[in-house]
């Protein structure tokens, strides 16, 4: 009986501390505890700050007796925190650290919020800063102000500092604590900001270029040593650390380092590391030479920052890589003055807003009831809501009214409104309503200015935010196109298709900036894009070829989205080196500078494809076009690529199953013929809207009827001369350079006399890494795929590579570098 007593005990006592455990680890006990904290610190803020201007007159009550004797005296106390606070305020000043104890008041408000969960901080960074500065502080004032203890009632540094400050004086004197202050204010400063350690490397690396060009006698002009840009002062401070590097003597050890967050940082390149540690240590350059197939890595431990560097067999791509600046990269820094365009641009319309005209409403209520109730239908309640351009009203049936019934009597409603075109919703999605959306006698203007200008656009945090208009509710209507990805845009001639583009297009001008977004825009037609092409160099994309930055041709068309797939692969092979899976990830990893752009990384823009006439294009070019932009609708959206493509010819042979199936997001215009709103929408509707920008929106199971936003061309001509008129970059956005399989098979009339300058370095990369792929040779000597093609032509004619396989590797006919080198002397 007692073993079994003494097993049951036992077996009560861990759930019971585990209960104790989880009952602190709860989140509102976290919570309230961190409530606590700020209202405490609170407290003492008042008790601190009514102490300067009552601690005298408190002085003598608080030292006349003891706590107990406090109660009485309360009314004569005269800080506003009362005599308990007054108690605190003259101990943790005057008996402790003086006026540095506002530090502690810090800490106990930082810790409150960090267990609130409002602020994410480092707590025992901000445990260590508070504390060497309460000391510091404590130290400096009881020192500055020794001589004034006895005639005030405020002792600036407390007794602690006046007691540390006289043991210094009386061991090293008063320069010396002078100087000792001074050098752990500096240590400090080092300790607690690596931008001071940053700015002190860049102004020993600029005094020794200086004084290196004078010992050579290539002083420069001031002009030219006086201002550096963004990337000299990396490419200065990588070189010394390679000349560091060649001079060292011998390898030096590596050294454990924080984990890089905030303020710490930790360089590492593919031959070398260079780290910080953040702890007691100054700098430390630390140059480990990797031996063959082997990298220096570290790995991190779960939540205590680095392990100490060691060799692990690797690839080089695996390795970790920290860029040689502190800040994050700004990829908008080569065009920070630019600015986006104003709401002024866009025309105002003084009747936008819609009114109610009640007659008209009782009107078409009388209407549809009547018509209901001729047809034995009956309904208990009736609901109109007033849009721009359309009224919905919701009527619910009485109890056992099919509700076919009342879908068939559309035409029947129609008549009896004598409107252009009714749609009927049987029912509506989360309602227990049926939905009769009636055109308005006196339709208002959705202008450009009131859903642009809105607040729900201005403060949206959308990757690539687009706003197309108000729904019948009023409510702005807009997407991310990120999420969509790709939208097919389809509908009659003059109902909108263009102005929608429009509205498309101005949006993402809007609201991003030119190095994060280009587009490439194809228009057969040769007229709608026209007015964009003045904003060549700031956010159009095209072949490096000089032709036309709006592509109207149908073999540029061709040769442009094959182009686009070219980027499309590369940015994935970039993407597959950084261990991301799409462009936003790899985007922060590398404007936080964990990419080493000598790689070949470089921050990716987003790439919107807008095509018109996507119709015109599929009789012309048929599957030429049609494959192209498959694969890209079907892989580019990790990438940040995507597509909008928009025709007025919405049947099978147009929009058929391959791009219907890659295209979820759909907006539909008015069209003639139901068989074209299920071709578009799968359903009808599409065929019921009224024209002039009334749309169906499509991206789920219900569509959304959305009045499009009208922004005619003088508004999108006023916008694109905006931004014409401020600094653009040099040339447009380049795609890559298409090479089709057909033009790279015939290697016999290739000039082999006329050998490219880095041939000789491309095989031996293809023989070092045994790979045989025209990606990896643009990559490491950063040349475009044109170029890297012919000299991978070149390589087969010499018999370095084998035959394309399609879109696998070549196979390297050399095994090592001396067969290479026997090649290579054949040549010449």
């Not at 006990?29 to 700050?49: K, P």
């Amino acid at each position: 009986m007692a073993k079994k007593k003494l097993d049951k005990e036992a077996d009560q006592t861990p759930s019971s501390l585990s209960k104790i455990v989880a009952y602190f680890k709860n989140e509102t006990i976290h919570f309230v505890i961190g409530l606590m904290l700020v209202i405490f610190s609170v407290y003492l803020l008042l008790a601190f700050s009514s102490f300067f201007a009552t601690g005298a007159a408190d002085q003598s009550i608080i030292d006349s007796g003891n706590p107990a004797d406090l109660a009485a005296v309360d009314n004569h106390v005269k800080n506003y925190a009362g005599s308990r606070g007054a108690q605190l305020a003259s101990y943790l000043i005057n008996d402790c650290f003086g006026v540095s104890s506002f530090f502690i008041l810090v800490f106990l408000a930082v810790a409150g919020l960090k267990l609130m969960r409002v602020r994410i901080v480092r707590l025992w960074k901000w445990f260590i800063g508070c504390t060497l500065l309460l000391v510091w502080f404590s130290v400096f004032f009881g020192f500055a102000f020794m001589n004034h203890y006895q005639d005030s009632f405020l002792y600036w540094g407390g007794m602690h500092g006046y007691n540390v400050s006289r043991w210094l004086i009386s061991q090293i004197g008063v320069p010396g604590v002078w100087m000792l202050l001074l050098v752990t204010a500096i240590c400090f400063f080092i300790y607690m900001s690596a931008r001071t350690v940053v700015w002190l490397r860049k102004l020993f690396a600029l005094n020794f270029l200086k004084r290196k060009q004078k010992e050579e006698g290539q002083v420069p002009p001031m002009g030219e040593t006086q201002e550096f840009t963004t990337s000299q002062p990396q490419e200065v401070e990588f070189n010394l650390k390679r000349t560091y590097k060649q001079n060292s003597p011998a390898p030096i050890k590596d050294v454990p380092v924080e984990e890089p967050q905030d303020d710490s940082f930790l360089y590492t390149s593919e031959s070398e590391t260079v780290s910080k540690e953040t702890n007691e240590d100054e700098v430390t350059m630390v140059f480990e030479p990797a031996a063959p197939n082997t990298t220096v890595v570290s790995t991190e431990d779960s939540g205590n920052g680095f392990e100490p560097g060691f060799d692990v067999e690797s690839a080089p791509e695996e390795e970790e890589y920290q860029g040689p600046e502190v800040e994050p990269y700004n990829p908008t820094k080569d065009l920070e003055n630019y600015r986006f365009p104003t709401i002024d641009l866009m025309k105002h319309f003084e009747n936008d807003d819609p009114t109610i005209d009640m007659d008209e409403q009782n009107a078409n209520k009388d209407r549809i009831i009547n018509t209901l109730r001729s047809f034995g239908i009956e309904i208990s309640t009736i609901k109109a809501t007033v849009g721009p351009t359309v009224t919905l009203y919701e009527i619910t049936p009485e109890q056992g009214v099919r509700i076919s019934k009342i879908r068939g009597l559309e035409d029947d409603i129609a008549l009896s409104l004598s409107a252009d075109g009714i749609r009927i919703i049987a029912p509506i999605p989360g309602k227990g309503t049926i939905g009769i959306e009636v055109p308005n006698k006196n339709p208002k203007i959705v202008s450009g200015q009131s859903v642009i200008g809105s607040k729900k656009f201005q403060e949206s945090k959308f990757d690539l935010p687009i706003v197309l208009g108000k729904t019948i509710t009023n409510e702005v209507f807009m997407f991310d196109l990120c999420k969509m990805p790709h939208v097919l845009v389809a509908g009659a001639t003059g109902q909108g298709k263009s102005v929608g583009l429009n509205a498309i297009i101005t949006s993402l001008l809007y609201k991003k900036h030119p190095a994060e977004l280009k587009f490439v825009l194809v228009d057969p037609k040769k007229v709608e894009f026209s007015i964009y092409s003045v904003i060549e160099n700031h956010f159009l994309a095209k072949l490096p070829d000089g032709g036309e930055p709006i592509i109207t041709d149908v073999t540029k068309v061709v040769q442009t989205l094959n182009s686009v797939c070219v980027e499309m692969d590369t940015r994935y092979d970039l993407l597959k080196m950084a261990h991301v899976r799409n462009v936003k990830e790899y985007n922060d990893k590398f404007i936080n500078r964990r990419l080493n752009p000598e790689k070949g990384h470089k921050f990716m823009p987003y790439i919107v494809v807008v095509i018109d006439e996507f119709g015109d294009l599929i009789m012309t070019a048929g599957k030429e076009v049609e494959l192209p932009i498959a694969r890209i609708a079907q892989l580019a959206r990790a990438v940040g690529i995507h597509m909008i493509i928009a025709t007025q010819r919405p049947t099978t042979n147009i929009i058929t199953g391959t791009i219907k199936a890659n295209f979820p997001a759909r907006i539909a215009f008015r069209v003639s013929a139901m068989m074209d709103s299920r071709t578009i929408l799968d359903r009808p509707g599409a065929n019921r809207l009224i024209g002039k920008g009334d749309m169906l929106f499509l991206q789920g199971a219900d569509p959304v009827r959305v009045q499009c936003a009208f922004i005619d061309t003088p508004e999108v001509e006023e916008i694109t001369k905006f931004i014409a008129r401020q600094q653009g970059y040099p040339t447009p956005f380049f795609l890559p350079e298409f090479v089709s399989e057909d033009s790279g098979n015939d290697v016999g009339e290739i000039d082999m006399g006329r050998l490219d300058p880095l041939f000789e370095d491309a095989a031996r990369l293809i023989v070092i890494h045994q790979q045989g792929s025209t990606s990896l040779i643009q990559r490491k000597f950063a040349i475009g795929y044109n170029r890297a093609g012919r000299i991978m032509d070149q390589l087969e004619k010499a018999g370095i590579v084998g035959p394309t396989q399609g879109s696998k590797a070549r196979d390297v006919l050399c095994m090592d570098e001396n067969d290479l080198e026997m090649r290579l002397n054949n040549l010449q």
